[in-house]
């Protein structure tokens, strides 16, 4: 088949370059994107006198009609026409015959192309906006219902000190809003219009930017023509917001396939979010954890990726731009999925309370209490902990807790201490004592679980 541009041509490439440079395969799904892109360029050229009404209405009736095609699904993509943008250029020609070659006056495929992949992450990142919005809900009503849930808090993977179970979810809300404010702020960038760029330079037609992009819904345009074509800032943001995204995923997997394991048992996964083994009959595999976990590789790639691409490339239009697209796409598909897999897994999961409590209660991780409290005796702080590191090492030896040694054992260390030892060295008190701000003390989280209430404007 002619390309369409094709003029300067004698011969038509062969096959093997043909597929090597089209993007139909994955380029069609820019189709809505540009054919509203066409719309508002054709309804300017009109205002603006390039084109007559009449050929304007005859090419958007045209477009139209594909439209409805590509939406039944009976609109054949070829790959002789290269991409999106020629596949429907060539489909208005067959749809409206010669007129369909005025669509094209004072617009070029760079110009084009950048106006869809704006349009495209605009409405994705929305999207995606409030798959991650549904996400801090769920962990904000998790929390609510399990302020005071004890639970081990851990560093270097060992106890440390008690917490509470929505604390630490709590955590992982703060850093999904982080996340949040990022791909709201990042916007403003993606809401730009490239339109009227043409190639590189503008065009020798008396067009209107402004009119496009208000058609379009932008809220701004690109100042410079040589940008407007070549920015691909918008999706290396998009990509590197994305990657922190499965960066929290991912470690938040990590600690559910952790709780869910037979060391840990503090949770069970809804056998929605589980899978079982073909061959061990006991088995059921947090799958969709590791997946989540698993995934946020290729959304590292993909930013590595574009970075790569774009380093080098001259201005203004590349074809090396056009390795801008799967990447953007894989991403949009795995941080939806990835958001709405880990928001079901949250909701549905059982919280074993019991053996988190548990937990809490045969372990040393009240050893800093019992410094502390040591201190309040006039024992200066170094040498109470030097005090409780012995302290453990022998109750390890004996194979007891530091809330198993008797009273007596206790006053040879200060004569003052007395039973209310036992009190400070509950997990419980331990947790609620620690009530500075941003800390695990219930009255702390219990503010917390409010302000990110009101923030999602929850109901109470
Ligand atoms: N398929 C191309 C891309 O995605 C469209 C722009 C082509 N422009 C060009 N001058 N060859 O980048």
Redesign the pocket.
Same mark, same amino acid.
């Given at each position: 088949m002619k390309k369409l541009w094709g003029g300067r041509f004698q011969s038509q490439g062969n096959a093997a370059t043909n597929a090597f440079g089209a !993007?139909i395969s994955f380029?069609y799904k820019l189709a809505e994107e540009d054919i509203k892109g066409s719309i508002a360029h054709v309804t300017m050229l009109a205002t603006c006198g390039i084109v007559s009404e009449s050929e304007k209405e005859d090419i958007i009736a045209g477009l139209q009609r594909i439209e409805e095609k590509i939406k039944a699904q009976t609109f054949e993509f070829s790959l002789a026409q290269?991409?999106i943008?020629l596949n429907i250029e060539q489909a208005l020609h067959e749809e409206i015959g010669p007129v369909a070659g005025k669509l094209h006056t004072a617009r !070029?495929?760079?110009d084009q192309?950048a106006t869809d992949m704006h349009l495209y992450l605009k409405k994705e990142v929305l999207a995606i906006i409030d798959k991650l919005v549904h996400l801090q809900t769920t962990l904000v009503k998790k929390a609510d219902k399990h302020v005071d849930t004890l639970m081990p808090g851990y560093t270097h993977l060992q106890h440390a000190q008690p917490i509470s179970f929505a604390h630490h979810l709590l955590a992982y809300y703060n850093m999904f809003k982080r996340d949040y404010e990022r791909l709201q702020e990042s916007i403003k960038r993606i809401d730009i219009s490239p339109l009227g760029c043409a190639a590189l330079a503008g065009t020798t037609f008396p067009i209107d930017r402004e009119l496009t992009a208000d058609l379009l819904g932008f809220s701004h345009l690109y100042s410079n023509s040589m940008d407007g074509v070549s920015d691909r800032d918008f999706i290396v943001e998009f990509l590197s917001n994305s990657s922190l995204i499965m960066v929290h995923l991912s470690r938040l997997c990590e600690e559910l396939i952790l709780w869910s394991s037979f060391e840990y048992q503090f949770i069970e996964m809804d056998d929605a979010y589980a899978t079982g083994s073909s061959i061990m009959p006991q088995k059921k595999n947090p799958d969709y954890a590791e997946l989540i976990r698993g995934k946020s590789g290729r959304v590292f790639g993909h930013l590595f990726g574009l970075l790569t691409v774009l380093k080098g490339t001259p201005l203004a239009?590349n %074809?090396d731009?056009?390795e801008d %697209?799967e990447g953007m796409f894989d991403t949009v598909q795995t941080i939806s999925m990835s958001l709405e897999i880990m928001a079901g897994m949250i909701e549905t999961m059982t919280v074993k309370k019991d053996k988190m409590a548990q937990s809490t209660e045969t372990d040393f991780s009240n050893a800093t209490e019992l410094a502390d409290y040591l201190v309040t005796k006039g024992i200066p702080f170094r040498e109470a902990h030097e005090i409780v590191g012995k302290l453990v090492y022998d109750c390890l030896q004996k194979e007891i807790f530091l809330q198993d040694i008797p009273l007596s054992a206790y006053q040879e260390i200060a004569e003052t201490i007395d039973n209310s030892v036992y009190n400070v060295l509950e997990a419980r008190t331990a947790m609620n004592r620690r009530n500075s701000f941003g800390g695990t003390g219930s009255e702390q989280v219990r503010k917390a679980v409010q302000v990110a209430k009101k923030d999602l404007r929850l109901e109470d």
């Amino acid at each position: 088949m002619k390309k369409l541009w094709g003029g300067r041509f004698q011969s038509q490439g062969n096959a093997a370059t043909n597929a090597f440079g089209a !993007s139909i395969s994955f380029d069609y799904k820019l189709a809505e994107e540009d054919i509203k892109g066409s719309i508002a360029h054709v309804t300017m050229l009109a205002t603006c006198g390039i084109v007559s009404e009449s050929e304007k209405e005859d090419i958007i009736a045209g477009l139209q009609r594909i439209e409805e095609k590509i939406k039944a699904q009976t609109f054949e993509f070829s790959l002789a026409q290269e991409d999106i943008h020629l596949n429907i250029e060539q489909a208005l020609h067959e749809e409206i015959g010669p007129v369909a070659g005025k669509l094209h006056t004072a617009r !070029s495929r760079n110009d084009q192309v950048a106006t869809d992949m704006h349009l495209y992450l605009k409405k994705e990142v929305l999207a995606i906006i409030d798959k991650l919005v549904h996400l801090q809900t769920t962990l904000v009503k998790k929390a609510d219902k399990h302020v005071d849930t004890l639970m081990p808090g851990y560093t270097h993977l060992q106890h440390a000190q008690p917490i509470s179970f929505a604390h630490h979810l709590l955590a992982y809300y703060n850093m999904f809003k982080r996340d949040y404010e990022r791909l709201q702020e990042s916007i403003k960038r993606i809401d730009i219009s490239p339109l009227g760029c043409a190639a590189l330079a503008g065009t020798t037609f008396p067009i209107d930017r402004e009119l496009t992009a208000d058609l379009l819904g932008f809220s701004h345009l690109y100042s410079n023509s040589m940008d407007g074509v070549s920015d691909r800032d918008f999706i290396v943001e998009f990509l590197s917001n994305s990657s922190l995204i499965m960066v929290h995923l991912s470690r938040l997997c990590e600690e559910l396939i952790l709780w869910s394991s037979f060391e840990y048992q503090f949770i069970e996964m809804d056998d929605a979010y589980a899978t079982g083994s073909s061959i061990m009959p006991q088995k059921k595999n947090p799958d969709y954890a590791e997946l989540i976990r698993g995934k946020s590789g290729r959304v590292f790639g993909h930013l590595f990726g574009l970075l790569t691409v774009l380093k080098g490339t001259p201005l203004a239009y590349n %074809k090396d731009l056009q390795e801008d %697209k799967e990447g953007m796409f894989d991403t949009v598909q795995t941080i939806s999925m990835s958001l709405e897999i880990m928001a079901g897994m949250i909701e549905t999961m059982t919280v074993k309370k019991d053996k988190m409590a548990q937990s809490t209660e045969t372990d040393f991780s009240n050893a800093t209490e019992l410094a502390d409290y040591l201190v309040t005796k006039g024992i200066p702080f170094r040498e109470a902990h030097e005090i409780v590191g012995k302290l453990v090492y022998d109750c390890l030896q004996k194979e007891i807790f530091l809330q198993d040694i008797p009273l007596s054992a206790y006053q040879e260390i200060a004569e003052t201490i007395d039973n209310s030892v036992y009190n400070v060295l509950e997990a419980r008190t331990a947790m609620n004592r620690r009530n500075s701000f941003g800390g695990t003390g219930s009255e702390q989280v219990r503010k917390a679980v409010q302000v990110a209430k009101k923030d999602l404007r929850l109901e109470d």
